[in-house]
């Protein structure tokens, strides 16, 4: 016998015939011998029309009343749930999120959940009777008993919290399509159900899985070990599952507002190389990355700098047994990148210029928490400033903020070896202070490689169309610019995705300076434009350069750590069909290019192919991919 927890989405409890179809599925679990919670949205579209009728009545309703009216929505269908369950001679009893215990915090509307008092729940279950949970709601001050709503979408969250908190053996959600697919199936029609998808790959695919799964019930299931399996109501297919790490022991207390960051990991046996003033043209990186996987070079991360003019910037890291090769073949290929006539601000001096930089070393920070809390980055970039540690390079995911750090001087060659073991002693002691992490919290080396040969390297790819991108320009370069910049933005609730800060520094007017590049949600491009202008002469940089509107296609994979070529395949797929790369970051897991706006869903379509998720069941594996 165990103990499941199913949630049913609005669509799979729409009509009278679709919840007597739920509650014999119910049934029938019940008939194996499981003890079963059932979480319930609201009816079809009742929430919505929740709220236009609220908006009838007034354009500011209190968000308290909107929680009460909204809440009922769910007390609809559990209670018709249960009544179909008992005309099938099945025990069951419906529960409000109070009833329950779902104790939250008091923001209304946006309700993060603390903790579930289970004992009511369990002695239910006891008593051998289904449980038919509300889900989207819960109380908060437990004094006055407030009805709190979680956000919209929020029953995924009520599920997966009800999950961790009763240690149930799984949590199937089902909806009405059959899995999670590898990509929008609006935008490619080949899109193929995913057997299974880790959840770090899951929260780095949030814009691609936030329709089918919300992020923060992903969140809780990674935290907690959750199983979760996301499956049709309509049909017996296995559907999706997504698995996370197995959990040791983690408190059930402020179960959605633990850290934002969970984990620091660091690497002292990076090296990296960057090739500057490379012409911003389609097909470059995908000639420069295609020759490092020839010479099967394993790149781990790569930031490509907004363009300045006709060139850009990129700067990759290797691990430091890798970096004659990988210089080698950057230097002979750097000329070729020349090829094909100058444009009329390119001078024939004008040579890409190779840097590169043994003693470097890697310093990240992990956590699902990071989305849709502005300021993490901020946090990190302040914590790191503060310690006299001077960022070299960012680069930013949804989970993942990383950098690399170097001594402050360039070292004598001659003189001994800088220390950066003690540098990422100093950086992760910082970003544990800040981050509020125990000692034990693991700090060490990243994601191992994978070992599974057959590991297609990418799982799923998806795009965000709704993107502008900044650069600023000249920023000087000290410890805690990106800390100033970023925190500014963050006091205002903006957002930003994808940080860039890349090699090339300049001299203007007698001081080093530097680009740093970020993308926003085109919604809040103006306000963040506003915010740094009023910035620029506090901090002290030249202008601002935009680009209003961008598409940020990512491919997403555990499969990829440790398999060269995989960045090389995504930047060819581009390639040929002429489309420019605009920027490019990556975590370990992730590679994110930005791209013309217009070529957005074309180039979502190419690294989809490229990468074989159309053939079901037949993704390119990991021998495949290095070119021959
Ligand atoms: N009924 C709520 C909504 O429509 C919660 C949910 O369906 O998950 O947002
Ligand atoms: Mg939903």
Not at 170 to 180: Q, R
Not at 447 to 454: G, L, Y
Request: charged residues 20%; hydrophobic residues 45%; glycine residues 8%.
């Amino acid at each position: 016998m165990a103990l499941i927890v199913q949630k049913y989405g609005g669509t799979s409890v729409g009509s009278v015939e679709r919840i007597q179809a739920v509650a014999a599925r119910v049934s029938a679990a019940v008939k194996a011998g499981h003890e079963l919670v059932v979480v319930v949205s609201a009816m079809g579209k009742t929430t919505d029309a929740l709220v236009a009728l609220a908006k009838d009545i007034t354009d500011s309703p209190s968000r308290r009343e909107m929680d009460m009216l909204l809440s009922t929505g769910e007390q609809v269908s559990i209670s018709l749930l249960t009544m179909a369950l008992h005309e099938l001679g099945c025990d069951a009893i419906s529960m409000t999120g109070a009833q329950m215990g779902i104790v939250t915090e008091a923001a209304h509307s946006r309700a993060r959940i603390l903790h579930v008092e289970s004992d009511r729940i369990r002695r239910q279950l006891d008593a051998g009777k289904v449980v038919v949970a509300a889900g989207f709601q819960g109380v908060a001050n437990r004094a006055d008993l407030e009805i709190t709503t979680l956000g919209r979408g929020g029953s995924d969250t009520s599920a997966v919290a009800l999950a961790a908190a009763l240690q149930a053996s799984c949590c199937e959600i089902y909806t009405d399509v059959p899995g999670i697919l590898t990509t929008d199936p609006r935008l490619v029609p080949e899109a193929r159900i995913m057997e299974s998808v880790s959840s770090d790959e899951m929260l780095e695919l949030a814009s691609l899985g936030a329709k089918v799964l919300h992020p923060r019930a992903v969140e809780i299931a990674r935290n907690y070990g959750v199983d979760l399996v996301v499956r049709s109501s309509w049909t017996d297919e296995p559907g999706t599952r997504v698995v996370s790490p197995p959990c040791a022991g983690r408190s059930l207390e402020n179960l959605e507002i633990a850290r934002p960051v969970d984990a620091i990991t660091y690497d002292t046996s990076q090296a990296q190389v960057s090739l500057l003033r490379i012409p911003d043209r389609p097909g470059i990186v995908a000639k420069l990355f295609g020759e490092l996987a020839r010479q099967t070079v394993d790149v781990d991360l790569i930031v490509q700098s907004i363009h300045d003019g006709d060139s850009n910037d990129i700067a990759f890291t290797v691990q430091e047994r890798d970096l004659n090769r990988a210089e080698a073949t950057t230097a002979a290929i750097a000329p070729t990148l020349r090829q094909g006539p100058l444009r009329p601000t390119e001078t024939e001096g004008d040579e890409a210029e190779l840097l590169s930089d043994r003693h470097v070393a890697a310093v990240s920070i992990h956590g699902a928490g990071m989305i849709g809390r502005p300021g993490v980055a901020a946090q990190m970039f302040e914590s790191l400033a503060a310690a006299g540690i001077n960022i070299e390079i960012i680069s930013t995911s949804e989970v993942q903020v990383g950098c690399i750090i170097a001594p402050g001087e360039a070292p004598d060659p001659d003189g001994p070896e800088p220390d950066l073991e003690a540098l990422c002693q100093r950086a992760v002691a910082a970003l544990r202070k800040t981050f509020d992490l125990p000692e034990e919290a693991d700090a060490g080396v990243a994601i191992a490689a994978a070992t599974e040969k057959d590991l297609a390297p990418v799982s799923g790819v998806a795009l965000d169309a709704s993107q502008s991108q900044i650069a600023i320009r000249h920023v000087p370069d000290r410890p805690g610019m990106a800390a100033q910049i970023f925190q500014l933005l963050a006091s205002e609730g903006i957002s930003v995705d994808m940080i860039i800060q890349s090699q090339r520094r300049r001299v203007v007017a007698g001081q080093t300076c530097r680009d740093i590049a970020f993308s926003v949600a085109e919604a809040d491009l103006g306000r963040a434009c506003d915010l740094l202008e009023a910035s620029r002469t506090v901090i002290g940089w030249e202008r601002l350069d935009v680009t209003e509107k961008i598409a940020k296609v990512s491919a997403v994979g555990k499969g990829m750590v440790g398999c060269p070529g995989v960045a090389a395949k995504m930047f060819a797929a581009l390639a040929d069909r002429g489309i420019n790369i605009q920027t490019i970051v990556t975590s370990q897991i992730k590679i994110s290019c930005a791209v013309d706006r217009d070529r957005g869903v074309e180039a979502l379509q190419a690294i989809h192919d490229a990468f074989g998720l159309s053939e079901r069941y037949q993704a390119t594996s990991r021998e495949g991919l290095t070119p021959a």
